[in-house]
């Protein structure tokens, strides 16, 4: 992991210009780093891809490639904001699919598949109240 720019430099420098994705994976082990940080690159004049990967703890950071690979900086935000995993360096690192005070990571495997009850606020949906005495409108109202 402290190495991801060094080899991101070297992959850009060698035909890798093009970043597909870059994506979290948690492992949820104890004993082991719990997540990876997956990269997809491809070289558009050879065809070849190249997947490089890392292992992080939980609240480690990781190297951000946006100096590298612009397009880095949406695909970071969101492992970021599912997973956890901070990116040091990263021009603006902060929520964009939760809310910026949510505190719990939705896609981390000890995320309660049915959510956390009351951890966002749902408006109550507005249903108009019908009116008994109100007639049926005519085809011809409706034009």
Request: glycine fraction near 6%; aromatic fraction near 14%; charged fraction near 30%.
């Amino acid at each position: 992991k402290d190495r991801i720019l060094a080899a991101c430099r070297w992959a850009y420098d060698a035909g890798f210009t093009y970043l597909v994705d870059v994506f979290g994976v948690d492992r949820y082990t104890e004993e082991e780093e719990r997540f990876e940080v997956g990269y997809n690159l491809v070289n558009l004049d050879t065809h070849e891809r190249l997947h490089l990967k890392l292992y992080a703890d939980e609240g480690e950071p990781v190297a951000s490639v946006t100096s590298i690979y612009p397009g880095a900086n949406w695909p970071e935000r969101e492992t970021f904001d599912m997973y956890g995993i901070p990116f040091s360096g990263h021009p603006d690192l902060r929520r964009m699919y939760m809310p910026e005070g949510y505190l719990y990571y939705p896609l981390r495997k000890d995320y309660p598949l049915m959510g956390i009850p009351g951890a966002i606020p749902i408006p109550e949906p507005y249903v108009e109240p019908i009116d008994p005495t109100r007639k049926p409108a005519k085809q011809e109202d409706l034009r």
